[in-house]
């Protein structure tokens, strides 16, 4: 039998730094659900989470999605959508979309956008993708710091709460994914914008396109598509 090498103070001290960070890990993964845990407890068990995906965009919709995830139940790797390569975002939308027991998705049209403002548009996306579920939840968590109006549960806001709630990551994904998909499909019609790689946001090659072939239908006419100088 080999024989395992030394103890050394320096090797000791790598692996309780390993220790400590795997805990880390963990104690931040049992963050994410604490509030849908806590939730759970007082008998909410179809906790939703909804959170929306363009709102600073010069085009497009504004999208979001809604997620009731099992209770007790984790995916991993969940985070921000805005913090995950493209490839394991969609990756994670593909797991999503399979182990919730419920989603949906809801838009606001750039014309929505631009009679409601961007605000109450994305307000009424997030309505829109909770009445999307198939299954009614018993409560609402919603990324921000205010909450759509006319809800069919219970609702609480959360600032940053694609930090704080599993089922709020999920909705960010999902929301995240189904809009790029659809500025993907809107680039093919409007190649000049450039739509594949910025999805509608504001970029110095989308200012130039505007500048050069006009705003098209899709654009919101009530935000700025001029570049400031």
């Not at 579920?133 to 806001?157: H, I, T, W």
Request: glycine share 6%; net charge negative.
């Amino acid at each position: 039998m080999p024989l395992l090498p030394p103890v050394t103070s320096a090797t000791l001290s790598l692996r309780l730094r390993s220790i400590a960070e795997n805990d880390s890990t963990m104690d931040e993964t049992a963050d994410v659900i604490a509030r849908e845990r806590a939730l759970w407890t007082e008998g909410f068990a179809r906790v939703a989470g909804t959170d929306e995906a363009g709102r600073g965009c010069l085009a497009g919709p504004v999208v979001a999605a809604a997620v009731i995830l099992p209770e007790g139940h984790r995916i991993a790797g969940l985070d921000d959508s805005k913090k995950l390569p493209e490839k394991k975002r969609d990756r994670l939308r593909a797991q999503i979309e399979d182990e919730a027991a419920a989603f949906g998705v809801g838009q606001c049209a750039p014309a929505e956008i631009d009679e409601l403002n961007i605000l109450h548009a994305a307000m009424e996306a997030m309505r829109r993708a909770v009445r999307q579920l198939a299954l009614s939840p018993d409560y609402v968590l919603v990324d921000g710091n205010r909450c759509p109006e006319a809800l069919p549960a219970p609702a609480e806001a959360l600032v940053k709460g694609d930090q704080r709630s599993h089922a709020i990551a999920a909705a960010s994904v999902l929301a995240k994914t189904a809009r790029d998909a659809a500025m993907h499909a809107l680039h093919e019609e409007h190649p000049h914008y450039g739509w594949n790689t910025n999805v509608g946001y504001p970029t110095a090659a989308h200012y130039d396109a505007l500048a050069e072939h006009g705003p098209t239908t899709h654009h919101r006419r009530s935000f700025r598509l001029e570049r400031r100088s």
